[in-house]
């Protein structure tokens, strides 16, 4: 019944609106146009269409992301509740003072700065073929004991928001099993006390993109100098490496780095 009724209107309002009256559901109707099976698939449900309608009034250009359409579907009740979706998407935007805190335990802490939502495209692309992190920093790459240039990492990685952030910290938080299993395999290979060990972590959900270095192109660039070729795109990333560091001071293991891996 629901689908019937969709495609009623669906068809009502392309005629009813074709003269160039303005209305939602023409939006509707054109994105509907040569839209893939997923699209159709969860405009099909009760939340999904009630996502799609959300989207359509206050961020429109996000209206056939199908990421936003599946993240808002879950969320109609947050949204409900805050009081509309702009607040709503603001809130989860923000990494809470502890979270921060978290993320920036020590001085040589960098997963906002390199890896963070805030994190552009265009540092993740340059970084890919210039070897230069989006905090200014670099690899050396040494010839002969000289520095001749930068080291290209296999991935240069960013969240794309703040809830990505917040979930991968909370899936390596010292409590879980991920944490504690890891370390005791670190503690079983390692003779004394562990100072670092790291661990991956598949969240499940797509928490990320990054971008790897040309096609062809080596794991390095001379300095001053840029890899031909454009980066290659990596979407949709689920999985996560954390690296931690123990604090001597303290005697606890504060988190290093953290960013999204394929």
């Not at 799609?52 to 009034?57: H, R």
């Not at 994190?119 to 905090?135: H, N, Q």
């Amino acid at each position: 019944m629901k689908k019937l009724l969709f495609y009623i209107f669906t068809f009502f309002y392309i005629f009813s609106y074709s003269q160039g009256t303005k209305c939602p559901l023409s939006n509707l109707a054109n994105d509907l146009v040569g839209a893939n099976d997923q699209f159709k698939s969860i405009l099909n449900t009760n939340e999904g269409f009630d996502a799609y309608k959300i989207l359509n009034i206050d961020a429109p250009n996000l209206r056939t992301n199908l990421d936003e359409l599946k993240d808002v579907s879950n969320h109609l009740e947050d949204i409900k509740a805050i009081g509309g979706y702009s607040k709503w998407k603001s809130s989860i935007n923000t990494l809470s003072a502890e979270d921060i805190s978290k993320l920036r335990a020590n001085s040589y802490a960098h997963t906002i700065e390199r890896h963070g939502f805030e994190v552009t495209e265009e540092l993740l692309k340059r970084r890919a073929t210039e070897g230069i992190a989006p905090d200014g920093s670099s690899i050396a790459k040494r010839q002969g004991g000289q520095r001749i240039g930068n080291v290209i990492p296999p991935m240069s990685s960013k969240f794309k928001d703040a809830t990505s952030m917040k979930k991968a910290l909370s899936a390596v938080d010292e409590s879980t099993d991920a944490f504690q299993n890891a370390l005791r395999i670190e503690q079983a290979s390692t003779s004394g006390q562990v100072q670092r060990f790291k661990f991956q972590v598949d969240l499940g959900d797509a928490i990320g993109l990054g971008y790897k270095r040309p096609a062809g192109a080596p794991n390095y660039v001379l300095t001053g100098q840029r890899l031909s070729g454009e980066p290659i795109k990596i979407d949709g990333l689920t999985k996560i490496e954390v690296r931690y560091k123990l604090n001597q001071s303290t005697n606890k293991f504060e988190i290093n780095t953290m960013f999204p891996v394929e």
